[in-house]
């Protein structure tokens, strides 16, 4: 089945820096690629997402790039704040037989003001 | 709200028993996902049904069974608990069962084995 690999696995950055989050994929079939919030002691929500027809996607101040030749795929956000400290999961869906989504095991993202 | 609605919130049990949690799914969606999420772990992906049927099954343990009944809610059961079994339990839902549109997530059942 689909293993996904999620980098790092926690992030400190300063208030207004940038946050690049990675995540890798193992089976070439996969061609949708979601991301999660998770924020403390709440449930997770999807920020953004990306199908494989497309490279890059943007929604503010978050972008999601893919790169299907390499299998990987990154979150970025800019001008971070404080209210962005959360774990962040990646996950692919893979159009093998029966799909449904695979996690990374999520990024700790920390804003320090 | 998401609308995935989750019973119970906390739950905290001995070895060796059993338990039952239970997830309503958004109005209209058909397919119902469990994890399982404990800290090292991330969200590991238990099992999948679509309509009353399974469609799909992760590393969930022989001990765990789940269904999803006509009405579309759906039932995890973990029984002959261990410690290792602590963790926070997700039900999400989401309109296609192919896993290429937004899952709902619940706000999940804390188990507790002591």
């Known amino acids: 089945g689909e293993n996904v690999e999620q980098h790092p696995s926690t992030l400190s950055v300063q208030e207004g820096d940038s946050a690049v989050i990675k995540c890798t994929y193992s089976?070439?079939?996969?061609?949708?690629f979601p991301w999660y919030k998770q924020e403390l002691g709440k449930r997770p929500q999807l920020i953004i997402d990306?199908?494989?027809?497309?490279g890059e996607k943007k929604d503010q101040r978050i972008a999601v790039t893919l790169n299907k030749t390499a299998k990987h795929f990154s979150l970025h956000i800019t001008e971070t704040q404080p209210e962005d400290s959360a774990v962040y999961f990646c996950?692919?869906?893979?159009?093998?037989?029966?799909?449904?989504?695979?996690f990374g095991k999520g990024t700790m993202l920390l804003v320090s003001p | 709200d998401s609308g995935v609605t989750q019973t119970p919130k906390h739950l905290i049990t001995a070895t060796g028993q059993r338990v039952t949690l239970r997830c309503s799914p958004r109005?209209?969606?058909?397919?119902v996902y469990w994890y399982q999420q404990s800290l090292d772990q991330g969200l590991q992906f238990l099992i999948q049904?679509?309509?009353?049927?399974?469609?799909a099954k992760g590393n969930i343990l022989e001990r765990f069974s789940a269904q999803q009944f006509p009405d579309l809610h759906s039932e995890l059961n973990l029984s002959s608990l261990e410690l290792g079994d602590s963790a926070l339990y997700f039900c999400?839902?989401?309109?296609?069962?192919?896993?290429?549109?937004?899952?709902?997530f619940g706000q999940g059942t804390r188990l507790t084995v002591v």
């Open positions: 049904y679509y309509n009353g049927e399974e469609r």
């Open positions: 990306i199908r494989s027809n497309v």
């Open positions: 999400a839902s989401s309109a296609r069962g192919d896993g290429k549109t937004e899952a709902f």
């Open positions: 109005s209209g969606d058909l397919s």
């Open positions: 996950a692919a869906s893979t159009d093998s037989g029966y799909s449904t989504l695979t």
């Open positions: 089976d070439s079939a996969s061609n949708y």
